[in-house]
């Protein structure tokens, strides 16, 4: 029995009348490269949010590499990286800067910060905007830097909400690279997107939460094994979704309102 | 093939532009914060109401009285006065206000002919153009009841007039826009602004001392203004009113140089614009190539590479924060130029109350010069303590991401902002005593303590303020750029405290007859401030955690 990475117990999370998370119970084993799907307004992020100490749960419990997050928050801290939603970057920095910062505030010494800070810019092609402010970096350009952030500690676990949105692809194919070479490393990597062929090409485990419940949790097989009908073997992870989430043909209907469009 | 039945002409989108604009005042209006916000623009509102129709009665008597009384060529004053307002006011709103780029229209179907004459339409819908137009239709009135027969000439020279002026305006407008779309060249844009509000401070001393010498320099330069349009307008209509036909070709003529001139430049600017010209942040700076490694080998070796190690007896996070502090410091226009303020106030001062100051018999002596220049400079420097995570933005995040305590973040921000405080202190002191002379050693020793027992015992105070009242503020914008109505009562509350201790203390020593009193105290009371202090950054800490999703929420919208 491999390690448990995250661990949570019935986590919730209100705002006022709204359960954006209800408790949810996730599992997410060590080396495990984690997929965590969600419509629009699921509460993905919220449980993100939750996971790296950026908002406190209302009820239960998490577990991070063994330690409740609660009583041992900076040591859990120490072991996680986040690219969070918004990316949390401090945009009058350069680059560089802003990974030295980064760096020194996860507690490495000046010298492994450097040198790091360093490769990770040449890994993410950044190492040319030496002088640029963050605040003039493209989105693109955003992301990767805080993905180098987020990494250049060394976590035992990643958190990345939404890394690939507007990376362009030679960009977003070393950083899938990175991540691979990771996950093998025995560093867990949990993940949300909107991409679903992503996830389904990067990801061995997926969750899907939907109105803030949780509703599938497995390895892709076991997901395709719990979808109805003869043909679940061959369905795409698009479709897997698509049938959990309770889609029912309303768009396809309202589409045929719109027949000026076509 | 898009089914679009036809294309709205130029009278249907210059409609269109009016409801546009209408809508963003009106939606303007219904996304204030609170309701205060909206207090204040219905009194601004009300003001600005007031202003333009007084002025309306203002310009309609000048016109009239300059023309009952046969003095015409005064006329140009007005001309000037409207003028004035119409160029220079848009600019002034333009660091202030909604940046909306007219450029964006260009997604509509519209000719380079059409665009032109919308972004002339544009002009005429804003509060500058409306209240020119008003107070010039009020001048042709008044100069139409005290002489009839000028009213062709007036309504002809008006039209010129108003033709030109709001040219000019957008022609100025779309030269600000592209200013203002860019980061660096809008910081720059602020700061000027700001440093010459400032530096209107002092005209009131330079002109007492240089008013008189200079004024024949000024009027040898004052005939060249003959050649603008206030001049120009004023001209023509004198030429009419006096019979003299040759000033009054002249006016005209001036203006109708003016106004193709003008058009001519703004048809430039809209072309440039309607061609696709890129002028917002997108267009990414020309990426130096560097060998990184050998870039950073000469940034160690210049010493610029520290991380910490230059803060030897803090913690690496807190001298992290000290850091990055710095060097947002350093690339905040708005807060680099509040650093010139102290000094600059200090001679602004000295040059009105000092000794050899204008007011020689209010002049004050140094005893009192001392606590009280340090007490103010003190108040405008240590107000951004009061929402100290202002300029943090989505960086907020990081700091609870990363495996700390939140105390050394507070550290960090007060151990620097002390040191500002420090260096801009004697920086002003120095000056002080070139400007009035040393006080007397107890009452320096007694004021450098009232001044270390002020700041350490706001920085527990604003500390608290800036983690339950968070206000986002945005570099190189000046609109909404304040912090929340609490925390500004809450400084003002604890500053009005402190300065009356101090003033008690200073005062004690004086009916004491030992001058060396008020020094003791505040030693005593900085000790005491100190303590408080240290102790406060657990329970601030905690807070910091329960005050997180406010923090993030605030700060990441």
Redesign the interface.
């Known amino acids: 029995m491999s390690e448990i990475a995250i661990a949570t117990e019935k986590l919730t999370r209100t705002f006022g009348a709204l359960t954006a998370v209800d408790a949810i119970d996730l599992k997410v084993q060590a080396g495990c490269f984690f997929g965590f799907l969600g419509p629009n307004g699921a509460g993905k992020s919220t449980t993100i949010k939750m996971l790296t100490g950026l908002l406190g749960p209302t009820s239960g419990r998490m577990e991070l590499l063994g330690l409740d997050f609660e009583k041992h928050p900076v040591e859990v801290k120490r072991q996680i990286g986040v690219v969070p939603e918004g990316m949390g970057l401090f945009e009058r920095l350069t680059g560089v800067e802003y990974l030295r910062f980064v760096g020194r505030m996860y507690g490495l010494d000046r010298a492994t910060t450097e040198k790091r800070a360093q490769e990770l810019l040449e890994f993410m092609q950044l190492a040319d905007r030496e002088k640029t402010l963050i605040a003039d970096y493209s989105h693109g350009m955003k992301k990767k830097l805080a993905l180098a952030a987020a990494v250049i500690h060394g976590p035992r676990i990643l958190f990345l909400d939404e890394p690939f949105e507007g990376v362009d692809a030679l960009a977003a194919g070393a950083l899938k690279a990175l991540l691979g070479r990771m996950t093998e490393r025995g560093v867990t990597i949990f993940l949300t997107s909107h991409v679903l062929e992503i996830v389904e090409r990067l990801c061995s485990h997926v969750a899907i939460i939907h109105q803030g419940r949780l509703v599938a949790q497995g390895s892709l097989e076991e997901l395709r094994a719990g979808v109805a009908g003869s043909e679940g073997d061959s369905k795409t992870l698009e479709q897997i979704f698509l049938s959990i989430v309770g889609q029912s043909g309303a768009e396809q209907a309202r589409l045929e309102e719109l027949t000026w469009l076509t | 093939m898009a ?1 679009v039945a036809r294309v709205p002409g130029v009278p249907a989108q210059l409609r269109l532009i009016a409801g546009l604009r209408w809508s963003l005042l009106k939606n303007g209006l219904r996304q204030k914060n609170n309701r205060w916000d909206l207090v204040g623009v219905i009194v601004a509102g009300v003001f600005g109401a007031l202003l333009v129709v007084g002025l309306c009665f203002a310009f309609f008597a000048g016109a009239y009285a300059l023309l009952a009384k046969n003095r015409a060529s005064w006329m140009a004053l007005l001309f000037w006065a409207i003028f004035l307002w119409w160029q220079v006011f848009p600019v002034f709103v333009a660091g202030f206000g909604a940046n909306f780029e007219f450029k964006t229209l260009l997604r509509f179907p519209l000719s380079r002919r059409t665009f032109y004459l919308l972004g002339l339409g544009y002009g005429f819908a804003d509060f500058a153009a409306v209240s020119a137009i008003c107070w010039l239709a009020a001048m042709v009135l008044g100069a139409a009841v005290a002489r009839p027969e000028v009213l062709p000439v007036m309504a002809a020279v008006s039209v010129l007039f108003v033709l030109i002026n709001v040219t000019l305006e957008r022609l100025i407008g779309s030269w600000l826009e592209k200013i203002l779309a860019r ?1 660096k060249t809008r910081e720059l844009f602020i700061g000027l602004f700001v440093l010459s509000m400032v530096s209107l401070n002092f005209l009131n001393p330079v002109l007492q001392r240089y008013g008189r010498a200079a004024s024949p320099k000024i009027l040898e330069y004052l005939p060249y203004l003959a050649w603008l349009p206030g001049s120009l307008a004023g001209s023509a209509v004198a030429g009419a009113v006096h019979g003299d036909p040759r000033a009054f070709l002249l006016g005209t003529a001036g203006l109708f140089v003016w106004l193709v001139v003008t058009s001519g430049l703004l048809w430039r600017r809209f072309a440039a614009q309607y061609r696709g010209e890129e002028i917002s ?2 267009a ?2 020309t ?4 060998n ?2 050998s ?2 080998a000469a940034e ?1 070796a210049r010493g610029q ?5 230059w803060l030897p007896l803090v913690p ?2 807190v ?2 924060v000290v ?2 502090e710095f ?2 410091l350093t ?2 226009g708005m807060a680099f130029l509040t650093l010139l303020l102290p000094p600059i106030m200090v001679v602004f001062f000295t040059l009105q109350f000092g000794k050899g100051s204008a007011l020689r018999e209010h002049s004050l002596k140094p005893e009192m010069f001392f606590p009280a220049i340090m007490a103010y400079l003190i108040l405008i420097l240590i107000s951004p303590a009061y929402n100290a995570f202002a ?15 939140f105390q050394d973040v507070l550290m960090g921000k007060n151990l620097f902002l002390a040191a500002l405080i420090t260096v801009e202190l004697s920086l002003s002191l120095a000056l002080l005593v070139w400007r009035v002379g040393w006080p007397s050693a107890a009452m320096f020793v007694a004021t450098i303590g009232a001044g270390a027992f002020a700041v350490m015992g706001q920085l527990t105070i604003a500390n608290w303020s800036s983690l339950s009242f968070p206000k986002k503020m945005e ?1 190189g914008k000046m609109k909404g750029q304040r912090n929340s109505g609490i925390a500004v009562w809450t400084a003002l509350g604890v500053q009005i405290v402190v300065a009356a201790i101090c003033t008690v203390i200073i005062l004690a020593g004086r009916l004491l007859g030992n001058a060396w009193v008020p020094a003791m105290a505040f030693t005593g009371l900085t000790v005491a401030a100190a303590g408080g202090y240290a102790a406060s950054l657990g329970p601030l800490s905690r807070l910091a ?1 329960k005050k ?2 406010l923090l ?1 929420e605030t700060l ?1 919208r």
Do not use: H
């Open positions: 089914d980061r942040e997108s990414a700076p990426p130096t190539k560097r990184t490694a870039a950073a160690e590479n520290s991380n910490g190690e690496a996070t001298a992290a850091l990055k060097r947002y690339r905040n300029y943090e933005g989505k960086g907020i995040q990081t700091y609870f991401m990363a495996p700390l305590r570099i955690e997180r999703e993030i990441c």
